[in-house]
C-alpha cells in the first residue's frame, strides 16, 4: 500500500504498487498473481480501519467473505511496477462503543485508467477482550504458534502449480479430489508474525492449487475469479482436510470452475467456488 485519501461519505482511493518479482506471489509467466490481488484488498483492511475509521493497534480483524473477479488480460507485467488504485466503498458498518465492529467494501481495482477486477468483501473487527473471549482465555498466541508441528509431505510441484515445494499448502491424502491442508509457519510471506491460527490468505491459496491438482494443466492457470466464505477459524492441533470437485465455468474466457470445502473435525470451516483461465 502506498497512499490513501476520503472520496466522500465511506468512500476511499487507495493506491498501491505491485512489484515486478515478488518470492511468492510469482511472476514467472508474465502476468502479475491474482493473490497478489487478494492480498492488496486484505491489506486494505487494517490500513482503513486503523487510519480512517480509528480502530487501536490491538483489534483483531477477523475475514467473513471474499468475491473478487478479474480481466486476465489486465495482469501483464509491464516495464515498471504497477501502479494499481482502489475505488472503495464501505457499507453495513456496525458500530460498537463508537468503533466499526464490521463492515462490508465494494472495491473496483483500476491500473492506467483501467478496470482490472471488481471484488467484495466482509470482515468483523474484534476487540482484544472479545478476540480472548472468542478464542479461549488460554490461547497465548506466540506459544499456540510456537508448538505448530513441522508439515507433512507437499503434493508435487506440477500438481500444486508451484515452482517451489516451499510455497505448496496441500499434502496427499486418500480419495479423489482431497488433500490435506499444509500450514508451513516457517514460511516468510504465509507466516510474517505469529498467529493462534491458519491464516485466510493460505486458505486461499489451497483453493489455487486445488484448482491445479484436480486437473494439472501443461501451462499455468490463473485463477479468474474467487468466491469465499470463511465459517470458522482453521486450527493448528488438527488436520484440515480439503474436497473439491471441477464444475463446468460460467464466466467467458474460463477454462473451468471448482468447488471446494475445508472440513475439520467434521464441521466446515470454510467453502469456495473459483474459476480459472488457462494461460
Do not use: K
Request: aromatic letters at 8%; hydrophobic letters at 40%; glycine letters at 8%.
Amino acid at each position: 500500500m502506498t497512499g490513501w485519501e476520503p472520496d466522500g461519505e465511506d468512500q476511499f482511493r487507495v493506491t498501491a504498487q505491485w512489484p515486478r518479482c515478488h518470492s511468492f506471489y510469482e511472476s514467472e509467466h508474465g502476468v502479475y498473481d491474482p493473490m497478489l490481488l487478494c492480498e492488496t484488498i486484505r491489506q486494505t483492511f487494517p490500513l482503513l480501519t486503523h487510519a480512517a475509521y480509528g480502530v487501536p493497534f490491538g483489534h483483531q480483524l477477523s475475514w467473513v467473505d471474499l468475491q473478487y473477479s478479474l480481466n486476465p488480460h489486465a495482469m501483464g507485467i509491464g516495464r515498471a511496477p504497477a501502479e494499481v488504485e482502489l475505488r472503495v466503498a464501505c457499507s453495513d458498518l456496525r458500530y460498537r462503543q463508537g468503533l466499526p465492529a464490521s463492515m462490508r467494501m465494494a472495491i473496483e481495482v483500476i491500473r492506467g485508467g483501467e478496470l482490472l477486477a471488481v471484488a467484495t468483501t466482509r470482515f468483523n473487527v474484534l476487540t482484544p477482550v472479545l478476540y480472548r473471549r472468542l478464542r479461549g482465555p488460554a490461547r497465548d498466541t506466540a506459544s499456540v504458534f510456537a508448538e505448530v508441528a513441522p508439515p507433512p509431505a507437499p503434493i508435487s510441484r506440477h500438481h500444486a502449480g508451484r515452482s517451489r515445494s516451499y510455497d505448496i499448502v496441500l499434502s496427499p491424502a486418500r480419495g479423489a479430489g482431497r488433500w490435506q491442508l499444509r500450514s508451513d509457519t516457517t514460511h516468510p510471506v504465509l507466516f510474517d508474525h505469529p498467529v493462534d491460527h491458519v491464516p485466510g490468505m493460505l486458505l486461499l491459496e489451497s483453493v489455487r492449487q486445488a484448482a491445479s491438482a484436480l486437473e494439472p494443466a501443461a501451462g499455468p492457470i490463473l485463477p479468474s475469479s474467487m468466491d469465499v466464505a470463511f465459517h470458522r477459524y482453521v486450527e493448528f492441533d488438527s488436520p484440515c482436510w480439503i474436497e473439491a470437485r471441477s464444475v463446468p465455468a460460467i464466466a467467458a474466457g474460463a477454462a473451468r470452475g471448482v468447488q471446494l470445502t475445508g472440513v475439520q473435525n467434521g464441521q466446515v470451516t470454510f467453502t469456495a467456488t473459483s474459476e480459472v483461465t488457462t494461460l
